[in-house]
């Protein structure tokens, strides 16, 4: 099962952090838009231009970074006339992420165990790791994320985030572009994720693909071919039998 499998690719939220995607997003928004609240005059019209954003990342067609696909469609609709340059934009989530954000960790019941004990176990064993969390946040927020289950970004090879990447989940392009960014081939690469669109879309690729279905995601065409199912303690005793 795991012959010739040297580079693991991990999903983040709902895999190796275990909160609910719907839960952290709800927290996410109220939390965000108080930092724009002098610019809308309703917080569902901020959250809309964010979501709006937001999906202008995950159709990106790789043509610039997934930060600056946001930030263009984010700028359409802000008022120029209230001081809203996009350095000073861009300064208002710099700020959030930074000094506000990891706070948001105190709503969630998370495993600080498991996780670590696999990443832990995978790099003792000489495997290539990459964070492959849909890169529709910065850095500072995947780090601060990551953070949360005790993990080390430094025992990643790449996280990818909106600054590094221009495409995102479900796209296999976004695979494609790890791939090349790490300079392996997808037979050598597995998978783990929670979504059965997302994250499996990497078979596209060839790269075989891992559920964790601790908190699983079932969207409309979610009919990729998986080699693995399990919960996440169940996958950290598979890799500890076989590899």
Known sequence: MFKDKDVFLFDLDGTLLTIETEEFL??????????????????????????????????????????QAFMEEFMKKIDINKQTEVEQIKERFDQFYQ???????????????????????????????????????????????????????ADFELLTHYENMSYSKPNPNYYQEILEKINVDPENCL????????????????????????????????????EWRGSLKEFKDLIKREI
């Open 26 to 67: 709800k927290h996410y928004f109220r939390a965000l838009s108080l930092e724009f609240k002098d610019l809308f005059e309703e917080q569902s019209d901020f959250i809309n231009l964010l979501m709006a954003s937001t999906q202008k990342m995950i159709k990106n067609d790789g043509s610039s970074s997934n930060q």
């Open 99 to 153: 000094n506000k954000f990891e706070a948001l960790g105190k709503y969630f019941e998370i495993d600080k165990e498991t996780p670590l004990e696999i990443i832990k176990y995978l790099k003792k064993q000489g495997k290539k790791l990459v964070l492959a969390t849909n890169p529709l946040f910065p850095k500072k927020a995947v780090e601060k994320r990551l953070s949360w289950t005790g993990i080390d970004p």
């Open 191 to 226: 998978m783990i994720g929670n979504d059965l669109k997302e994250d499996a879309a990497a078979a596209e690729l060839g790269i075989k693909t891992f559920i964790i279905e601790d908190k699983l995601i079932k969207r409309k065409g979610s009919d990729y071919p998986i």
